[in-house]
């Protein structure tokens, strides 16, 4: 099995699938594992003997005749070497699901614009996550700028609900 990115997502699909008995390829683009994959994961994945670890590789090829039976990768030298596989796990980055909420200010990859990030509006100071529009509040992965971790979410949420308490409090 091939698991493709570098950072914790990847990392984690890698060791799961490992610890399950599978052989898994990992596809990292970057040259350095740790560059932006928890050293916690980092060291067990160098380490593990079921993972083969391929660095500074890029796919460029996924071949099959009905399903998937190998891929291409692109060494750092440029030559390429064809991989056996029958399952391709893709964690190179997550878009947010925000068409949605149409009217809202975004930044350029789609997040929520809140508070302190967005453009001056007319209508006072926004309270802490609140969107653009007044009383419409964002948390969480979606918010531009937040973490992308569960305890900031959670924060995020608990923070938002003192916004709402303050809100109301002013109408
Ligand atoms: C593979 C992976 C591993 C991760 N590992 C970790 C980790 O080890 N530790 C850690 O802290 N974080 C980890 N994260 C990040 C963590 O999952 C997120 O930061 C966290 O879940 C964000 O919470 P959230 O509530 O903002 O968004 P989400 O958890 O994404 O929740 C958003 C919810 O909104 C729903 N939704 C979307 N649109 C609509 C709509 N129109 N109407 C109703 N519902 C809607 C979605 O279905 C989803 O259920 C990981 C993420 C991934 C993808």
Redo the contacts with the bound molecule.
């Keep these: 099995m091939t698991v493709v990115g570098g950072a914790?997502?990847a990392g984690?699909a890698a060791l799961s699938l490992a610890a399950h008995g599978a052989a898994v390829d990992l596809i990292v683009r970057g040259v350095e594992l740790g560059a932006r994959m928890s050293s916690y994961l980092a060291d067990r994945i160098r380490t593990h003997s079921r993972i083969r670890l391929h660095t500074g590789n890029m796919v460029r090829e996924l071949a099959g005749d009905g399903t998937l039976a190998s891929i291409v990768v692109e060494r750092p030298d440029g030559r390429q070497d064809r991989l056996a596989c029958r399952a391709l796990f893709c964690f190179i980055g997550?878009d947010p699901?925000s068409s949605?909420p149409a009217g809202l200010a975004k930044d350029d990859d789609g997040f929520v614009l809140t508070d302190s990030r967005l453009p001056t509006r007319s209508s006072g100071t926004p309270l802490p996550f609140e969107t653009s529009a007044p009383r419409v509040f964002a948390?969480?992965?979606?918010r531009s700028g937040s973490t992308?971790?569960?305890?900031s979410?959670v924060g995020d949420g608990a923070g938002a609900v003192s916004s709402v308490h303050a809100a109301l409090a002013s109408d």
């Design positions: 914790n997502s984690q997550a699901v949605w948390v969480g992965d979606l992308k971790r569960v305890a979410a």
